[in-house]
Nanobody, 125 residues
């Protein structure tokens, strides 16, 4: 089992940057693929990005490609989401999640077994 805690959210102006962190517990953290999802009051939860267990493969939603970067440090049990050139439409609660499936990166939230509580990101125009 993995417990996840996000941090790093906040209020930022459009064009600014934020770096989200996701701290995981347990010795098996490094065996999980990790994903970031976001949800705003007016939209369903949507996939943002994912990274495989080793950090060698990443995948991004088209809406964030070129602006966001996912990375991980298994020695620290942490995953990061660097968000640049933020837009008001990026405003949402961002959550990290862990997926035990290792053959490919998945984008459906129901496929992820463990979730953090989320951190609010607000981008003002």
């Amino acid at each position: 089992q993995v417990q996840l805690v996000e941090s790093g959210g906040g209020l930022v102006q459009a064009g600014g940057s934020l770096r989200l962190s996701c701290a995981g517990s347990g010795r098996t953290f490094g065996t999980y693929a990790m994903g970031w999802f976001r949800q705003s009051p007016w939209k369903e939860r949507e996939f943002v990005s994912a990274i495989n267990w080793s950090g060698g493969r990443t995948y991004y939603a088209d809406s964030v490609k070129g602006r966001f970067t996912i990375s991980r440090d298994n020695a620290k049990n942490e995953v990061y989401l660097q968000m640049n050139s933020l837009k008001p439409e990026d405003t949402a609660v961002y959550s990290c999640a862990a997926d035990a499936y290792r053959l490919r990166l998945r984008t459906n939230s129901y496929e992820y077994a463990y979730w953090g509580q989320g951190t609010q990101v607000t981008v003002s125009s």
